[in-house]
């Protein structure tokens, strides 16, 4: 099955190949060709979710999903949350985002550094609207270690694994990550209806 994931990052579009297996081909906007930044406006992770998915629907009238995903940090109240991809800059400096979350704790020194990774998918099928969510919960490492995944999996340590970030995990990320868990309960959801 052909489907559209309406995403311009890389480490999130190899991942869904690997959850979603060999029965799905995804595509991305800019293989549509659309080039532009997809608007993400919204207070809340299933809001930008949603504003996403349309956006690439209403721009190609086909199928398609979307992802947004926060970091939540306990002793940050939440933070960086919604706003994980802008955290330190306007631009998607991963590297300055870890800074500031590592300087951020830092003030909070003796707090519990539990976290999760909350992931919203959405997915428009046939015009109607579906929304399914997975998380993992965690803490944050006080350093950066590990150089697979993206984004903040080199100082996330998930509560499931033996101490190890996700970024010192060759493979297993996907088995129990948030994205793992939203988009094996899409495909699912698409086994039964789609
Ligand atoms: P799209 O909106 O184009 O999908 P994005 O990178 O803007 O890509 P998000 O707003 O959902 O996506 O991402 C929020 C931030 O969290 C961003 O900096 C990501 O790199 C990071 N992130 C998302 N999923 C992650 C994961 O599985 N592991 C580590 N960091 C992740």
Known sequence: MELIFATSNKGKLREASEILGEGYRLLCPADLGITE???????????????????????????????????????LGGAPGVHSARYATDGHDFEANIDKLLAELGKHPGEPRTARFRCVVTLIHKGGTHTFEGKV???????????????????????????????EVHEGKNLISHRGRSLRALARWLKENG
């Open 37 to 75: 930044e997809i608007p993400e406006t919204g207070d809340t992770l299933e809001a930008n979710s949603l504003q996403k998915a349309r956006y690439v629907f209403e721009k190609c009238g086909r199928d398609c999903f979307a992802d947004d995903t926060g970091l939540e940090v306990d002793a």
């Open 137 to 167: 919960e965690g803490r944050i490492a006080t350093e950066r270690r590990g150089n697979e995944g993206f984004g903040y999996d080199s100082v996330f340590i998930p509560d499931e694994l033996d101490g190890s970030t996700f970024g």
